[in-house]
C-alpha cells in the first residue's frame, strides 16, 4: 500500500508543469494537457495517466473525482424535453456523455432534426412530448440561447417517457404503449441494438 | 524620516522580517462543498476566500456570450469589518470593480478558454481581513479554487506586492507598510513561464530601479508558488487516498 | 416510528455545531459559526455617532445579514435578495425584542452614542441560515470589546484609549428552526438544503434563558395543529439548553 502511494505521488502533476517532449511521433496530450513550445504541458491537478496503443500512447491528466464538462459537438446527451411547439423542441441538457452536469444547459430540437427521412413530414407533438427523457447527438453550439441537438438515428430518440395515466411506458418500434390503459402514444423511440437484446437473454 | 520607521538600520521591518521575506502562508483547498471548486488562504492578517463555479451556462443577458471562448464572472467583494475603518459598501464602489476587472483580465490570460465557448465561469472572492496585499492574496487563492474545480489552466497565477524603502525592495507589503507611503508595485505572474500576466504601479519610482524592483518581486512571486504546489500535491493524494485511486 | 433522515439524523436532532470567536482582527468582535456545511461569518464594528433627539442616551445596533453569490449558486449577484433582507430584519426583531443588548449601555457622554453595526456573512448555504446567523451574532455580540471613550470637559475632545470593555449583553435568545412535510406532517429540527427546498412549511422558535419566548416566525405555508406547536416549542426548549450551554464555554475558553 505505501510503495503504490509513493509511486502514484510520483505521478501527480500541477498545471503549468511539463510532461515530456511532444516532437516524438508516437506521443500525443490528451484530455487535461496542452502543448507549448514543443512540450506536452498539464492543465489540470492530478494523475498522469499513459494510454499504451499499438503505435500511439496518449497522455491523459485524471483527477480523482469528477470534472465539470460542457456540451462538445458530436457527443451524445441526455436531455428533458420541456416544451414541444410544431416548429422546435426545447429541452434541457442533463447529462453529457456519462457525466452528470451540475447545472443543465439549454438545448433544442429542430422539426428537421428529428429523423434523417422524410424530414419535411414530421410533426413533432408526435416525437417527443413535455417530460421524456431523450437520447440526442450535440449538432452544434448554436445560437445564444440554446445547444442544437439531433435525433436523427435509429439509437437516438426517447428512452424514458410517462404516460397521460403517469405511468412510464413500454417502448414499442415506433410508439409507446402505457401498461396500465393499453392505449399507445406516438413517440420518435430510441431503438436498442440487437446485440445487446441477445446478450441480456442469454444472462437470464 | 518614513523610510527610517519602515526598515530598520539592522534591515528589519516593522514586524521584524526581512526585506525578502514573505509572511506566514497558511492555505486549504476544497473548504466549500457547494461550489466547485474553494480555497481559503491567510498571508500574514490578510484572510481571503475564493469560490469558482463553473463551467456552467450563460446566465444573465445571453448577449454577453462569447462564441469561441469562456465568460469570465468575477466578484471581489470585500466585507463590511475587514477594514480599520467599516466599509459601507462591500462591492460595486469603484475600487472593488477595478480589481474585479483586474481578476478577469489576469485569469483569461491564465484559463483555457477555448475549451469552454458559450459557458461561463464565476469566480467569487471574498476578502474577511484586509491587511494590505489584498490583490496579491485574492489572485493566490482564486488560482488555488480554480484548481480544485478543475478547469483547465496553462499554468497557475502567483501574485505579490512589493513596496521600495531606502534603496531596498521590500516584498509581501502588509497594510501599514502600503498607507505610509513608497512607491508599490503588484506584479501577478506564471511562475513556469515566468510570464507576467498584469503589472501595476502606484507613486512615483525611478526608472533606473524598476528592474530590481521588478527581480524581487518576481522572485517573491516563485516563493508563493512552491508553497501553493505543495499545497495542492498534499491535496491531490489526500483526495485520490479518499476516493481510491486507479 | 423513528424517520431518518436523508443524512442519517433523527427528526429531533441538529447538526453539529462549530463556533469559533475572535479570528477577525479588524472588528471589535467576531464569530465563525458552522453549522453541518452551512458557514456563517460575523463581524461587530462600532461607530461613534449623535443619538436621537427623541430617544437621548441610545445608542443603535443595525443587524445585517449578506447571503453572497459565492455561498450557494442560486443566489446572483446584485443588491440584497428578498431572502437575505427578511432575515435581517428578523434578526433586528430579536435584538429589539429580548433587549439583549440595551440600547441605553451604548451611550458615551450626553449626546455621544456608539452605533454598532453588526455585519454577517452567509460563506455557505446548506439550509437553515437563521439559527447559525442568531448563534454568530450572539457570540459575536458576547466577545465585543469596544475602545472606552473619554470626552474631555473643557474642550469636547473625544480620546480614544487603548483599553477595551467587553460589551454587556443581558440575555442570549436562541433560535431553532422546524420544516415540516406535506404528507402526515412529519417535523424536523434544523433542516438541510434540501429538505428546506421541499417543505411545505417552515417555523421558527426564538427563546431566552429564563424560559420566555421572544419571537415565533412562521411565514405562510401549510397550516400545523396547535398540538405540534406546543411539542416544538418543547423540543426547541432543550434544544437551545444545548445552544447555551456552547456559548457560555466559548466565551469562557476566549477569557483563559
Redesign the interface.
Known sequence: MEEK?KE??KR?C?????ICRADTSNITGGK?T?T?QGYI?A?????I?IDRQEKNSVIHV????E??V?PEAGSIVTVKITSVNPRVCKCSILCVEDTE??????GQIRKEDVRSTEKDLVELYKCFRPGDIVLARVLS??D??SYFLSTAEDELGVVISISEAGVPMIPGSAEMQCPKTYVTEPRKVAKVIPEHIAVEKKKA | MAGLELLSDQGFRLDGRRPHELRKIECRMGV?????GSAYIEQG?T?V?A?V????????S??R?L?HKVLI?C?Y?M??????E?KRR?RGDRKSQEMTLHLKQTFEAAI?TQ?????QI?I?V?V????GGNYSTCVNAATLAL?D????????VCACTTGFVNDTPMVDISFVEESLGGPQLTVAV????EQIVLLEMASRLHVDYLNKVLKTAVKGCKDVYVIL?EV??N???Q???????? | MVLERSDGRDCWKTRRTIINVG?????YG?ALVRRG?T?I?C???G?LANSRPENPGDGFLVV?L?L??????LF??GPPSEQSQSISQFLNDIVTSSGCVVLSDLSIEGQLVWCL?V?I?C????GNVIDAAVLAMLAALTNTKLPKITVSNDNGEIKVSEALEILAVKSQPVTTTFVYQQDGGHVMVDPSFEEEYDAAGILSITLQEDGSLVKLYKPGGLQLPDSVLEQCIAKARSLSKDMWHLLKTVSETVET
Open positions: 502511494k502514484n505521488l501527480i500541477i498545471p503549468g508543469q511539463r487535461g496542452y507549448r504541458c492543465s489540470l491537478a492530478g494523475y495517466h485524471k483527477r480523482g473525482i470534472q465539470n460542457v452536469l451540475r447545472e443543465p444547459f439549454r453550439i448554436g445564444a440561447h | 466549500f462543498a457547494q461550489a466547485d492578517n484572510k476566500l469560490a463555479y463553473g463551467p456552467h451556462e450563460m446566465r444573465g445571453k448577449s456570450g462564441h464572472n466578484q467583494s466585507a463590511t469589518f475587514s477594514t480599520g467599516r462591500p483555457m475549451l469552454y465557448p458559450r459557458s464565476d467569487f471574498e474577511l481581513q484586509a491587511d484548481v474545480a478543475g478547469i483547465p489552466l496553462k499554468d497557475y506564471l511562475p513556469k513561464s504546489d495542492v500535491r491535496h491531490v493524494a483526495i485520490a487516498s479518499s476516493v481510491g485511486s486507479e | 479570528s477577525i482582527g479588524t472588528a467576531s456545511k458557514t461569518v463581524g461587530v464594528k461607530e445585517n449578506d453572497p453569490p459565492l455561498c450557494c449558486p446572483k449577484p453595526f455585519d456573512i460563506l455557505e448555504y446548506d
